[in-house]
């Protein structure tokens, strides 16, 4: 299976400040039709997942800008332009490209 | 609106079965692979199985850890997605999630419901 290794695993924010989480597969995440399946979602506390992010870098309707998705290959990167109280909660990163789908641990974000 | 909600989810004792649910509405059925995932307490996602959307033939897929114990289905005439879980274990206790998938994505989640496996 491929393992998703995902840094930090906890993260404390300024409200206002940028956060940048790290993603990285195990294998190339480059699709046989030259697509890279990599998601992001946010848990927030008591919610279910929601994504955030599809391909690499595909915000989802209602996803605010300051949300992006970046990389290639096998490493990746969310980042957060500046960070708000509702972004608090669990980020993982998922890979859709091999079987079976596999998810990162989690980071979870907080407000300091 | 996508919807899936998930039902059956309970307390059950080591070597039970369960058998959990869940209802699509919003969105044409018949053209969507369909998941489940898992969350067991304070951890994180875990996929457990798939079934596809051909009506003619289906193919399913386990995890490791449920294969020969739970059997993935579907009732497209209704609009159902279900998880039948056998054997089950203390292990399996989770809060198990009703899935939409595209290709590459799961792009809809339902809002889950727990399994307690405990004596």
């Known amino acids: 299976d491929v393992v998703m290794t995902q840094s930090p695993l906890s993260l404390p924010v300024t409200l206002g400040q940028p956060a940048s989480i790290s993603c990285r597969s195990s294998q190339s995440l480059i699709y046989s039709d030259g697509n890279t399946y990599l998601n992001w979602f946010l848990q927030r506390p008591g919610q279910s997942p929601r994504r955030l992010i599809y391909?690499?870098?595909n915000r989802d309707s209602g996803v605010p800008d300051r949300f992006s998705g970046s990389g290639s290959g096998t490493d990746f990167t969310l980042k957060i332009s500046r960070v708000e109280a509702e972004d608090v909660g669990v980020y993982y990163c998922m890979q859709g490209t091999h079987w079976p789908r596999t998810f990162g641990q989690g980071t979870k974000v907080e407000i300091k | 609106e996508v919807q899936l909600v998930e039902s059956g989810g309970g307390l059950v004792q080591p070597g039970g079965s369960l058998r959990l649910s869940c209802a699509a509405s919003?969105?044409?059925?018949?053209?969507?692979?369909m998941h489940w995932v898992r969350q067991a307490p304070e951890k994180g996602l875990v996929w457990v199985s798939l079934?596809?959307?051909?009506?003619?033939?289906?193919?399913?897929s386990y995890a490791d850890s449920v294969k020969g114990r739970f059997t993935i289905s579907r009732d497209n005439a209704n609009n159902m997605l279900y998880l039948q879980m056998n054997s089950l274990r203390a292990e399996d206790t989770a809060v198990y999630y009703c899935?939409?998938?595209?290709?590459?994505?799961?792009?809809?989640w339902g809002q889950g419901t727990r399994v307690t496996v405990s004596s």
């Open positions: 391909k690499v870098s």
């Open positions: 079934i596809n959307s051909d009506g003619t033939i289906t193919t399913t």
């Open positions: 919003g969105f044409t059925f018949t053209n969507y692979w």
């Open positions: 899935v939409r998938a595209m290709l590459g994505t799961f792009d809809y």
